[in-house]
């Protein structure tokens, strides 16, 4: 979505620029992508069922159910739905949190996790389709990442990678990718990796624990301020680096009851993720 795109939303509204995957106006599965509002929420629209009603669904029970709360730490506040005239045409979306608000040079990676992205409700074709996406980098990692963007502080450049590139990774070009993400070059990235790893051990402990739910083709969305980063290092001020971080689950079309089980198949994704992190830290 362009500028010229912004101009047809309702005062107030704009296309949200640090949008890295998923759906959007371009791909014709949506009639727009994620949108941002002026009291700096970020909206996604509504715009298939039951998989809308599945997210919803889980925001409302976190807020609602105490076998739910777990989640709460980990996952954008939820601000209920709302509905926008765009066009003559009403669309419903949901209000989230902006993970990535007030950043000024905002970095911004979805890891999808799991190998398996169909839940088990899929029809044949669905599974069939799904399998074929990221195929290499589910097989290898149990996970996948379909778009980052980075503020590449070594020499200043920009770089946003698609799903197109994301789905050439193999297990020797998604390590790398993860490298420029998290600016591997830069003083001080070792620290900016601990504090992720601090926050995915989190998020893992309560996996580990959580027999509410199985969760497909969800994703774990990092973001940090690579202008933060910067600014700690030329100050020469000890600048906290824990401000400017964040990483969080999204994307809940595809949640299932777990019927006492531990979700195996998202806690493997997610272990292998920490464990490539680790490597990375430790300048493997
Ligand atoms: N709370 C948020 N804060 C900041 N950015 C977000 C947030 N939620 C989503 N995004 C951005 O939008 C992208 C797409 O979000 P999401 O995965 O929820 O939608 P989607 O994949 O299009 O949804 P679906 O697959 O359910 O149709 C993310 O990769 C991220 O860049
Ligand atoms: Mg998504």
Redesign the pocket.
């Known amino acids: 979505m362009d500028k010229q795109y912004s101009k047809l939303l309702p005062d107030g509204y704009a296309a949200f620029e640090?949008?890295?995957?998923?759906?959007n106006s371009k791909d014709g599965r949506s009639p727009t992508g994620?949108l941002k509002s002026s009291d700096g929420y970020?909206l996604?629209p509504i715009?298939?069922q039951p998989?809308s009603d599945t997210?919803i669904g889980f925001y409302e029970s976190i807020t609602s159910n105490e076998k739910f709360i777990c989640f709460r730490d980990f996952v954008?506040a939820y601000k209920g739905t709302t509905i926008l005239n765009i066009q003559g045409l009403e669309i419903n979306f949901l209000k989230?949190?902006?993970?990535?608000k007030g950043y000024i040079k905002p970095c911004?990676m979805?890891v999808k996790i799991g190998s398996q992205t169909w839940d088990p409700n899929a029809t044949a074709s669905k599974r069939k389709a799904e399998e074929e996406k990221y195929r290499v980098s589910k097989k290898e990692f149990g996970f996948c990442i379909p778009?980052y963007q980075v503020h590449c502080l070594s020499d200043g450049s920009f770089k946003k990678m698609g799903k197109e590139e994301g789905r050439t990774l193999d297990k020797h070009s998604l390590p790398l990718a993860l490298k420029k993400f998290f600016n591997t070059d830069f003083a001080r990235s070792g620290e900016l990796i601990d504090l992720f790893l601090e926050r995915l051990g989190a998020i893992l402990n309560m996996w580990l624990k959580q027999t509410v739910v199985h969760i497909y083709s969800s994703?774990l969305?990092f973001a940090y301020d690579a202008h933060h980063l910067e600014l700690s290092i030329t100050t020469k001020v000890i600048g906290n680096i824990r401000s400017c971080i964040n990483v969080m689950m999204?994307?809940f079309?595809h949640v299932v009851p777990a019927n006492n089980t531990l979700d195996s198949n998202y806690i493997a994704g997610l272990k292998n993720l920490i464990k490539l992190l680790e490597d990375i830290r430790s300048g493997k």
Do not use: F, M, R, Y
Request: glycine fraction near 8%; hydrophobic fraction near 35%; charge should be negative.
């Open positions: 640090n949008q890295v995957a998923g759906h994620i970020v996604k715009t298939k998989q997210e954008p989230l949190q902006d993970i990535t911004v979805d778009g994703s969305l999204i994307d079309a």
